[in-house]
């Protein structure tokens, strides 16, 4: 069991300055979507930036990327490893019940409206590898998991490789980063 002070020294701390990222993500993706920005900006830089809306999806990656490899290492630094089942079972509560939903309600929709599905396209969103789908019909039912499959598929790289690397780097002798704690 670990002490009061080690315990609150590994835990997570809201971080003000990413909320401030995230709402400025949010706006650049949102102005990048709407129709009448074309409209609203003359030529210029600040046009050729608001275009560029995936660089706000970019900052949600970086943030992401960010925030994951701060859990993982604070887990490793609390247990002592990281645990790969513990990390994709909390991964899989956080995103799985929502977009499952999602998908429910927008094939239904799609049913209802006699819309021609690509079942490629939803179990491409299902199982979050709707980025290497080509767009079908109607695919902007499911055009927005391709985000979502590319965080996914970084969060199953970037934990895999944290594991390898803690166990190569810290329980290996050779460049070991700090003592080995001992086996309880």
């Known amino acids: 069991m670990s002490s009061p002070a080690s315990s609150a020294s590994t835990r997570v701390h809201w971080l003000p300055g990413l909320d401030a990222l995230r709402a400025f ?10 129709e009448a920005r074309d409209h609203l900006l003359n030529e210029g ?13 970019t900052v949600f990656f970086v943030i992401s990327g960010f925030l994951i490899t701060t859990l993982l290492l604070k887990e490793e630094a609390r ?6 089942a513990g990390f994709y079972r909390r991964r899989a509560y956080r995103i799985l019940p929502a977009a499952l939903v999602y998908l429910a309600v927008a094939w239904l929709f799609a049913l209802a ?28 039912l499911t055009a927005h998991f391709w985000s979502l499959s ?3 598929q970084f969060y199953l790289a970037s934990a895999l490789v944290a594991a390898v690397s803690s166990y190569y780097l810290i329980e290996q002798p050779i460049l070991r980063l700090r003592e080995r704690r001992p086996s309880v």
């Open 45 to 57: 830089w600040v046009r050729q930036l608001v275009l560029r809306g995936v660089s706000g999806v």
């Open 113 to 140: 409206n006699k819309l021609p599905l690509n079942p490629a396209e939803w179990l491409g969103a299902a199982l979050f590898f709707r980025n290497l789908v080509p767009a079908g019909p109607n695919s902007h």
């Open 79 to 84: 247990e002592g490893r990281i645990s790969l």
């Open 25 to 34: 993500s949010i706006v650049w993706v949102g102005w990048f979507h709407l």
């Open 150 to 152: 590319i965080e996914e």
